[in-house]
Every structure is written in C-alpha cells, then in structure tokens.
C-alpha cells in the first residue's frame, strides 16, 4: 500500500463545476503538500499546509492531521485548471523529501 | 528572481553512454533535490543535497547513478552507462532551507535512452 493515495485517479468536468480531489496519507508528516503539473510536465508548488486550510484564488485546500486527509477544491473550474494534480507529504524526521501521491488527471471541458 | 533551472531540457543518450543533468537552484537556496517520474509513474524521491554533502541518498539506484552540488556551480546528477530503464523525466526542487519549507521545482530534464 502507498503511504499516499489520491482519489480519483481521473476526472472530467464541465465547465464551472465544483471539484474536490482527496488524499490520505499514512505517515506521520510536517506537512502537505499540493501540486501541479501541466501537460508540458512543469510542476507547480500550489500549496503547503500542516494545519486547518488555506485558499489561493479558485483553489482551496484543507487538511485534517486527526484524520491524515486532505482535500483539494476548485471552484468555479476552467479548462485552464486541466492537469495532474499531486498530493505529497514531508514525512517527520525525513529530511523534507517529499512522498508523492499518483496524481490525479482533471479534464476540464467548456 | 530567476525561478530553479535545469538543463538539457531533453537528452538523449545511446545505451552504455553518460548523462549528465544540471540544476541551478532558486537565488538564496541551499538545498536540493532531485526526483525521477518514469512514463506514466509517479514522482520518486532520489537524493537531497546542500552544498558539498549528500544529506540523503535512500532514494538513488546503487549503482551508476550519484549526485553532487558542489560549492561553486550547479548541482550535477549523473548517470553512466545508461540504459533504457533509465528514460524518465529528472526534476530539481530547491529550497531555503531545512523545514519543512515549499519546494520550487524545475522545468525537468526528459532523459531518453536508445
């Protein structure tokens, strides 16, 4: 078993549609991390977060430690939200590098 | 503030040569980390450096692979003989400091092997 697995592995979506990718994880960890890969293959930091929730624009994150989840929302999607989205822990103790989830492929169509 | 840079972007390399991927961390980053994505697989930690020592190396392959970040210069992994397993995509993340700090993540190198 992982120690970070991601649902969905793929979803598709209209336009404007409310999405929500989950991750559990099974390690202690310092923190979490939510990222973003475009087709092209670049990665972008979208958040990291070891407490509560955070927002950035359309993106929301939260986390709960009790439960070692997290969720990923964006609201009102956009075709340009497309990509793989991956989840990754620090793990306590671990020197910062980062475990990653498998990722989850968002289509979203206009 | 150029973001963290990694070159080649692509590579390719016959079986048995040498490939050598460059990383040039954030201005003001320390540490680095290379991660390796083979086709349709996820992100796999390899070897965290600061400048000239291997923090963790846990994550590279025993043989033929090693890392370095010297004092002057960009961090360097390297791979000989390389074979066809080895066709992935490298990625270099930077950061700051010891953490847990968010981690900026190069363009990647695509490493083919023929």
């Known amino acids: 078993k992982n120690e970070v697995e991601q649902s969905p592995q793929n979803l598709t979506a209209q336009e404007g549609e409310f999405i929500t990718i989950n991750c559990s994880y099974s390690v202690g960890i310092s923190a979490l991390h939510w990222l973003q890969q475009h087709p092209g293959g670049g990665i972008v930091s979208l958040f990291m977060?070891?407490?509560g929730k955070k927002k950035h624009g359309r993106l929301i994150a939260t986390i709960n430690i009790q439960e070692k989840h997290s969720s990923l929302h964006i609201t009102a999607s956009h075709p340009r939200d497309s990509a793989v989205y991956i989840c990754a822990v620090s793990a306590l103790g671990n020197t910062d590098k980062l475990i990653f989830g498998t990722g989850t492929r968002l289509q979203v169509f206009p | 503030n150029a973001g963290v840079m990694q070159n080649p972007r692509h590579l390719v390399r016959r079986r048995g040569q040498e490939a050598r991927l460059r990383c040039s961390p954030m201005?003001?980053?320390?540490?680095v980390y290379w991660y390796r994505q083979l086709p349709e697989e996820g992100l796999k930690f390899m070897v965290y450096?600061?400048?000239?020592?291997?923090?963790?190396e846990s994550g590279m392959p025993k043989e033929r692979f090693s890392a370095e970040f010297p004092k002057e210069g960009p961090s360097i992994l390297r791979i000989q003989q390389v074979v066809r397993g080895d066709s992935a995509a490298y990625f270099c993340?930077?950061?700051?400091?010891?953490?847990?700090?968010?981690?900026?993540f190069g363009p990647g190198t695509r490493l083919t092997v023929t």
């Open positions: 993340a930077s950061s700051p400091g010891t953490g847990p700090y968010e981690q900026y």
């Open positions: 977060l070891s407490s």
């Open positions: 201005k003001g980053h320390s540490h």
């Open positions: 450096l600061q400048k000239e020592n291997i923090i963790d």
